[in-house]
């Protein structure tokens, strides 16, 4: 079972900058594929950016703006936002997904944390 925790949202005027950080529990997070969803209001779930190892990629309505990165020696996955815009606010959860061989690839997902983007 993989805990996962995000922290670091909130209110953030528009173009500003805000970084969230997600810690996910177990010996072997450098072989998990970690992902940035966010959700907003009465819209579906969507991905916002994945991590594979160092790979990268990110939804079109993110790229040049949004970085993820992670730091396996911390388990730690981060998701730097910047020039932030209202269409931005959402609750963005973290997900992470397991190879084959830790826990039959199963999914886990966080609590989720609201970021907010308004004058």
């Known amino acids: 079972q993989v805990q996962i925790v995000e922290s670091g949202g909130g209110l953030v005027q528009p173009g500003g900058y805000l970084r969230l950080s997600c810690e996910a529990s177990?010996?072997?997070?450098?072989?998990?594929?970690l992902s940035w969803f966010r959700q907003s209001q009465g819209k579906e779930r969507e991905v916002v950016a994945t991590i594979v190892g160092q790979r990268t990629n990110y939804t079109d309505t993110v790229k040049g703006r949004f970085s993820i990165a992670r730091d396996n020696d911390q388990n730690t996955v981060y998701l730097h936002m910047n020039k932030l815009t209202p269409e931005d606010t959402a609750v963005y959860y973290c997900?992470?997904?397991?190879?084959?061989?830790?826990?039959?690839?199963?999914?886990?997902w966080g609590k989720g944390i609201p970021v907010t983007v308004s004058s």
């Open positions: 177990g010996r072997y997070f450098s072989s998990y594929t």
């Open positions: 997900h992470a997904h397991m190879p084959s061989w830790i826990d039959n690839g199963m999914d886990y």
